[in-house]
């Protein structure tokens, strides 16, 4: 029988004015991005330590929801690697081009670790939903922990030095062209689920930035059915309904 966590940290709307940087479509975008991905993987060590070693069922949820947030994270950094950074120093003042580097390659640095503990998670997960002990789950709990604190000094440096240097100097059409050339293996019904963590918390402003920077057919298929969808992937994740 899957146990439910009585009651996870159910995240709350932000306002606008929590963020220093200027409000840009870019920046409100790295915002609620990165901060789903942070709820998400402390969540993820909340409720596996409450979870039934032994119940496949539930544990399949659970390491299912890591490898999603896995892939997220790890394809959003190829982005930001291919994509993003290189518009950036393209748009930057010669003055602050050095700076940037800088910047750019410590970031560089912490997205390598990172990837590399997202693959030590995709293991565990699997020694868990194979073996279902105590200790296996155990150790799948601490790994979600130990990536949610690399995770948030990973993107608190990179919100730090340089996001910042996106809402001043990257151009709206070069964060257009960003979009436009960006690839993504998610499935349809995966791209919702990330749609609804990233809406959930987000500010008023951000939420309207989101919303705004879908296609019509995304944003008919986020109403029709794709609030539907995530609402019931979260309950059955958490046990609660999402706070909006």
């Known amino acids: 029988m899957t146990a439910v966590l009585a009651r996870p940290t159910i995240p709350t709307p932000r306002t606008s004015e929590e963020y220093a ?17 942070r709820r998400e993987f402390r969540l993820l060590a909340e409720l596996a330590s409450w979870a039934p070693a032994d119940d496949a069922v539930r544990t399949a949820d659970l ?13 959003h950094q190829a982005t930001e690697r291919e994509l993003l950074w290189p518009a950036l120093y393209r748009s930057l003042p010669s003055r602050v081009q050095d700076d940037a580097r800088e910047a750019i390659g410590f970031w560089t640095s912490r997205a390598a670790l990172l990837d590399h503990l997202l693959r030590d998670l995709s293991t565990v997960a699997r020694q868990w ?25 990973h993107l608190s440096a990179e919100e730090r030095d340089l996001l910042p240097l996106v ?44 919303m ?15 609030r539907h969808t995530f609402r019931a992937a979260v309950v059955r994740l958490r046990g609660a309904p999402p706070a909006a």
């Open 21 to 37: 940087p200027r409000n840009s479509a870019a920046v409100a975008y790295q915002r609620v991005l990165h901060q789903a991905v």
């Open 63 to 75: 390491t299912a929801h890591a490898d999603l947030l896995a892939r997220i994270l790890m394809q």
């Open 129 to 153: 939903a194979v073996v279902g002990t105590i200790a296996t789950r155990n150790a799948f709990a601490r790994a979600c922990g130990r990536l949610a604190d690399n995770i948030d000094a």
């Open 167 to 210: 809402a001043r100097h990257l151009p709206n059409g070069e964060w257009t062209a960003v979009c436009r050339s960006a690839t993504t293996t998610l499935t349809g019904r995966e791209q919702l689920l990330l749609l609804g963590l990233a809406l959930e918390d987000a500010s008023a402003i951000d939420r309207a930035r989101l």
């Open 212 to 226: 705004a920077g879908l296609s019509p057919s995304a944003r008919t298929a986020w109403r029709v059915f794709g």
